[in-house]
């Protein structure tokens, strides 16, 4: 059984007032209770991966994903994003581990989960709960929470603040659940000090099941992807037609898990679960039905056209 992961508090009283002891204490409590499978505490500081991030940008990994050349000075000092921010609270709220099939057995990235809202809305609300818990605590911090809406290094800070291991496929792995998990920030002017904690040690050492299942050979040494030949860039932010790669597609037409899947820490990889129309159904509809459909899940991200181009690819390949 799956168990979450809250790094203890090596903390002592001493260096803390023990009310601010008791608020960690209760948002890791809520947190549980919400759903969350880790939490965890930073300081606004120079992430020790940026140096990482710097380098994989002037390589050209990111591909054409050019607003990641944005913004670079905040992603290197988070603190910039909020003035006076004291602490960083990283998240980690758990999504399905059964592949979205269709009833003609295609497959959508797991992530997505095509029957609930876009994520991102789904985590904010969630996080509001805990900044409500912060400001009943103290009624003047200011509090905001982010879920890929701000040029935040998510997994460098969330490995920071103790709640995971970054795997050689570049994903946070928590222990005892593995790497099918979302993260959201909530940076806070709370007086909180972030306890200490030691690093989650990474267990992969000689393991390379990540880098051989990548299709394209996406994953290099270093926990380092590029972007060029990933499958999820290419069948959800490209805008250039994944027709060429409908072969190392295989049956997934939005996204790519294959290096998840390699995963030993991941479990239940081969279950699906029907949960999206044919792919003669998307090919066939319409943009106002799939805004009424899936306007309001991950599946928009790409959009109906995209998508419809990412299918003729992957059926096309078994013509």
């Known amino acids: ?46 992430l020790f991966h940026f ?38 609270i990283s998240l980690a709220y758990p999504y399905s581990s059964k592949k979205p099939s269709t009833p003609d057995g295609f497959f959508a990235s797991r992530y997505s989960e095509p029957t609930l809202e876009d994520y991102h809305q789904r985590l904010k609300r969630l996080c509001s709960v805990l900044v409500k818990m912060i400001k009943s605590a103290h009624g003047t911090a200011v509090n905001r929470i982010f879920v890929d809406s701000a040029p935040v290094l ?27 998990f979302y993260l959201a920030e ?27 299942a990548c299709p394209k050979g996406a994953i290099e040494e270093g926990s380092s992807v590029d972007a060029s030949k990933c499958l999820s860039y290419w069948t959800i932010e490209s805008k250039e037609t994944a027709s060429v790669l409908g072969r190392e597609m295989g049956h997934c037409f939005f996204g790519c898990d294959r290096c998840q899947e390699a995963c030993p820490h991941n479990r239940d990889k081969a279950t699906s679960e029907v949960s999206l129309p044919s ?24 959009g109906l056209e995209k998508i419809k181009s990412n299918i003729k690819a992957v059926r096309g390949k078994l013509l």
């Open 1 to 46: 059984m799956w168990t979450p992961h809250y790094p203890d508090n090596p903390c002592s009283s001493k260096r803390r007032g023990a009310g601010k002891d008791r608020l960690i204490s209760d948002l890791r409590r809520r947190a549980k209770e919400l759903g969350f499978i880790g939490i965890g505490f930073s300081r606004p500081e120079r």
């Open 51 to 88: 140096e990482r991030f710097a380098a994989w940008l002037s390589k050209g990994h990111h591909a054409g994903m050019t607003w990641l050349e944005r913004n670079t000075a905040l992603r290197e000092d988070p603190s910039k994003l909020l003035p006076n921010c004291r602490c960083i």
């Open 154 to 180: 998510e997994r460098s800070t969330a490995y920071t603040s103790g709640i995971g291991f970054i795997g050689k496929n570049a994903m946070l792995i928590i222990p005892g659940h593995g790497s099918y």
């Open 186 to 212: 909530i940076f806070s002017t709370a007086p909180m000090e972030a306890p200490s904690v030691t690093p989650v040690p990474n267990p992969c050492s000689s393991c390379s099941r990540c880098l051989e």
């Open 279 to 302: 792919t003669e159904e998307f090919l066939c509809m319409r943009d106002e039905v799939f805004e009424e459909k899936f306007g309001r899940t991950a599946l928009s991200r790409a």
